[in-house]
Nanobody, 114 residues
Framework: QVQLVESGGGLVQPGGSLRLSCTAS????????MGWYRQAPGKQRELVAT??????TNFADSVKGRFTIFRDNAATVYLQMNVLKPEDTAVYSC?????????WGPGTQVTVSS
């Protein structure tokens, strides 16, 4: 089993920045991909950004140029969100995929509002 703990959500004004972090613990090994997904009220969950153990990244078109994803070890990943917009408001969930299994964090609320 893998456990994911997220932090860094909150309320921010349009144009502001937030950094989310996610730390994995437990049976961490093998090839993996970690990333962030988000779900706004009334909408389906969508991919925001992912990063593989090799450092390959992938971003949703809506966040390219504004969001950055990076890691400092095999267990912790960060999502740096800049120039936030009201449409970025959502519950952001951390995901880790390894050995054919998906693990999810409980999610953290990000609200962009003036």
């Amino acid at each position: 089993q893998v456990q994911l703990v997220e932090s860094g959500g909150g309320l921010v004004q349009p144009g502001g920045s937030l950094r989310l972090s996610c730390t994995a613990s437990g049976m961490i090994f093998g090839i993996y991909v970690m990333g962030w997904y988000r779900q706004a009220p009334g909408k389906q969950r969508e991919l925001v950004a992912t990063i593989s153990g090799y450092g390959n990244t992938n971003f949703a078109d809506s966040v390219k140029g504004r969001f950055t994803i990076f890691r400092d070890n095999a267990a912790t990943v960060y999502l740096q969100m800049n120039v936030l917009k009201p449409e970025d408001t959502a519950v952001y969930s951390c995901n880790r995929s390894q050995l054919g299994h998906d693990y999810w964090g409980p999610g953290t609320q990000v609200t962009v509002s003036s």
